[in-house]
């Protein structure tokens, strides 16, 4: 078949393979191994790719843990070290030591509490050092995330088989889904995995309905069509699931705000198919505007 594609990078014997090519968001399902942490992992790229939540978190702890620290410091070098400190017990102190690092580190500095020992004033020194790279690096990060250019789309859950014209097709969809975020000539490029009967794998490109689009500005339905040159022509319901196909997706658009091109990427394993559905309407027309339903993405219905 004309359409076969063995050149996608992944391997062809399904012992050597485990699980679906593509995960759900989007990430490639591999995990290498062989070399230490140290030369196979890039803490920038992490810090920058990382869910905010957990970057979030990182910055806090980080935080939090080196202050910890310097009043350990603070307290080993003696109680005379630090002029202005009013509390004598255990807890009062070490709280007025961690917040006396606080305002260090943050080059605040107040000034009720200052260092008068020498140690304490290299270690001032060394902390105030220590928190203006900080801040800088963190001020990188934050910059390099919220500067990096983005695709806000979401997929259906789903892959339909359903009724196209006079054959079938399979279906899915996709959408902008911020207000303020528009691709402008979106590609889309669709590869199928099959098992062949020697327990191998084979691929195909996809021939689409319409692969490119010039405003992704509604929702875009991707469909492929089942005539001659497609994989899954001719095959029944279960044919198809006794080839376990992956269907995988790519997505390229320009985006205006970045100026940048965008990636987007989905997979769609044989337990995201849906056989004999179809997709329900997401937009209307209403009070002489068009309203984009986004909650009615996954939404379908039996054919």
């Not at 007025?96 to 020194?125: C, D, H, K, M």
């Not at 691929?203 to 689409?208: D, E, H, I, Q, S």
């Amino acid at each position: 078949m004309e359409n076969v594609n063995q050149d996608t990078g992944f391997g062809e014997r399904t012992s050597d393979m485990g699980g679906r090519m593509v995960n759900k968001d989007g990430s490639f399902n591999i995990k290498r191994i062989g070399i230490s942490v140290r030369d196979r992992a890039s803490g920038y790229q992490s810090m920058l790719t990382m869910p905010r939540w957990r970057f979030l978190a990182i910055i806090f702890i980080f935080y939090f843990l080196i202050n910890c620290f310097f009043t350990a410091l603070y307290w080993l070098a003696g109680p005379s070290g630090l002029e202005g400190v009013e509390k004598v017990k255990f807890w009062g102190r070490i709280k007025e030591l961690f917040f006396f690092s606080t305002q260090t580190f943050t080059t605040v500095g107040y000034g009720r509490v200052n260092p008068v020992g020498e140690i304490t004033n290299w270690i001032a020194a060394i902390e105030s050092l220590i928190g203006f790279l900080s801040f800088a690096i963190a001020a990188g990060l934050l910059y390099g995330r919220f500067s990096r250019p983005r695709s806000f789309i979401r997929f259906s859950d789903s892959l339909v088989y359903a009724n196209y014209r006079q054959g079938k097709a399979f279906m899915f969809r996709l959408v902008c889904y911020k207000d303020d975020h528009l691709l402008t000539n979106a590609e889309v490029k669709l590869n199928a995995r099959i098992v062949t009967k020697n327990q191998g794998y084979q691929f195909f490109n996809l021939k689409l309905e319409r692969s490119h689009v010039d405003s992704l500005v509604l929702n875009w339905t991707v469909v492929h069509p089942i005539d001659e040159d497609s994989p899954f022509f001719n095959l029944s319901q279960k044919e198809i699931v006794n080839l376990q196909p992956e269907i995988s997706a790519d997505l390229t658009g320009f985006d205006e705000v970045y100026s940048s091109v965008v990636v987007a990427r989905v997979s769609y394993a044989i337990k995201d198919f849906k056989f004999g559905f179809k997709f329900l309407p997401m937009y209307f027309g209403r009070n002489q505007r068009t309203e984009l339903d986004l909650s009615k993405l996954n939404l379908i219905d039996q054919e």
